[in-house]
């Protein structure tokens, strides 16, 4: 029987096992990333956003103003982030901020810490009530890509190569448009342990896969995962993906949520990760920029 066709022609199937060798710098074994998503939940999303029954909040969707989930998702930007910030400094660990253009508006001096921290900066979108999917035109999703990044790259003041659109969402004509706006990787495909070439018809770009599985908000909130286990989680995945590094080259891109994870009660098992992580002696402990270029070099 006849597979279905892909409903992309971005990439080949390619199975892991049957790759070239991939070696990251000083032969480690994992290439180890955090993206730290600062992201806004409107009160009142513009008329026609496209917004998933399932994006969290606290007390699940209100009508309109929805200030209960406003106000949860709001912690994050307001207190949780600078947990997140202590927590990464104490081993030193630079991450990927995945910044929205309207956190980027609000909240100036955030994003004035960040650069100073030397983060990486990649888009985020407008916000995460306004989620690309093929409900949009294709002028609109061009107009909602081009604004956004234009937005961010003028507040950060620096050039923006990645991008991680709110809630994963993309349409079929996304990487094109990235693509056409100086985008060089995404980050919303997480289906491979190693960054891969995607081609546009406006050029290339490179996927960077984050790890659905271990994603904070998917794994201890829509699955239900205790912290602790979660934890400890992210140590097994370590110890597996080291072991099949030896051979060739993995990579783990833990996405959390200032929001979640900077709750006083969660920011501990954040930190018994981070401790792990740090302890680990054949990582490459680094951003998502970095990876980009060296796989941009390497594959």
Same mark, same amino acid.
């Given at each position: 029987?006849?597979?279905?066709?892909?409903?992309?022609?971005?990439? #080949?199937?390619?199975?892991i096992?049957?790759? +070239?060798?991939? =070696?990251w %710098?000083? =032969?480690?074994?994992?290439? !180890?990333?955090f993206?730290?998503?600062?992201?806004?939940?409107?009160?009142?999303?513009?008329n026609?956003?496209?917004? %998933?029954?399932?994006?969290?909040?606290?007390?699940?969707?209100?009508?309109?103003?929805?200030?209960?989930?406003?106000?949860? #998702?709001?912690?994050?930007?307001?207190?949780?982030?600078?947990?997140?910030?202590?927590?990464?400094?104490?081993?030193?660990?630079?991450?990927?901020a995945? $910044?929205?253009?309207? $956190?980027?508006?609000?909240?100036?001096?955030?994003?004035?810490?960040i #650069?100073?921290?030397?983060?990486?900066?990649?888009?985020?979108?407008?916000?995460?009530?306004?989620?690309?999917?093929?409900?949009?035109?294709?002028?609109?999703?061009?107009?909602?890509? @081009?604004?956004?990044?234009?937005?961010?790259?003028?507040?950060?003041?620096? *050039?923006?190569?990645?991008w991680?659109?709110?809630?994963?969402g993309?349409?079929?004509?996304t990487?094109?448009?990235?693509?056409?706006?100086g985008?060089?990787?995404?980050?919303?495909? %997480?289906?491979?342990?190693?960054?891969?070439?995607?081609?546009?018809? *406006?050029?290339?770009?490179?996927?960077?896969?984050?790890?659905?599985?271990?994603?904070?908000?998917?794994?201890?909130?829509?699955? &239900?995962?205790p912290?602790?286990?979660?934890?400890?989680?992210?140590?097994?995945?370590?110890?597996?993906?080291?072991?099949? +590094? @030896?051979?060739?080259?993995?990579?783990?891109?833990?996405n !959390?949520?200032?929001?979640?994870?900077?709750? %006083?009660?969660?920011?501990t098992f954040? #930190?018994?990760? $981070?401790?792990?992580?740090?302890?680990r &002696?054949?990582?490459?402990?680094?951003?998502?920029?970095?990876?980009?270029?060296?796989?941009?070099?390497?594959?």
């Amino acid at each position: 029987m006849a597979l279905p066709p892909k409903e992309h022609d971005y990439y #080949r199937n390619s199975p892991i096992g049957k790759r +070239g060798h991939l =070696n990251w %710098p000083d =032969n480690t074994a994992v290439a !180890v990333a955090f993206v730290v998503c600062l992201e806004t939940y409107e009160i009142a999303p513009p008329n026609g956003a496209f917004v %998933p029954d399932n994006v969290p909040g606290g007390f699940g969707r209100a009508p309109y103003p929805d200030v209960r989930a406003f106000s949860v #998702r709001e912690y994050g930007p307001r207190v949780g982030i600078h947990r997140v910030i202590d927590t990464l400094e104490t081993c030193g660990i630079r991450a990927t901020a995945a $910044i929205d253009a309207q $956190i980027a508006i609000s909240y100036p001096t955030l994003v004035d810490t960040i #650069r100073q921290l030397n983060w990486d900066i990649v888009g985020h979108g407008w916000a995460l009530t306004q989620v690309i999917s093929s409900q949009m035109s294709q002028q609109d999703e061009i107009q909602y890509i @081009q604004s956004s990044l234009a937005t961010l790259r003028n507040c950060a003041g620096t *050039n923006v190569h990645g991008w991680h659109g709110p809630e994963y969402g993309e349409s079929s004509r996304t990487p094109a448009i990235l693509a056409q706006n100086g985008i060089k990787y995404v980050l919303d495909w %997480p289906n491979d342990e190693q960054p891969y070439r995607m081609d546009t018809p *406006n050029g290339a770009l490179m996927s960077l896969p984050l790890s659905g599985e271990l994603d904070d908000v998917v794994c201890h909130w829509h699955r &239900k995962v205790p912290m602790d286990r979660w934890a400890r989680s992210v140590v097994d995945a370590l110890d597996q993906l080291e072991a099949d +590094g @030896q051979q060739n080259g993995r990579m783990l891109l833990l996405n !959390v949520h200032p929001w979640l994870i900077g709750q %006083p009660w969660r920011i501990t098992f954040f #930190r018994e990760v $981070i401790k792990a992580i740090c302890a680990r &002696k054949n990582i490459w402990l680094t951003t998502t920029d970095q990876i980009a270029q060296w796989a941009e070099a390497a594959l």
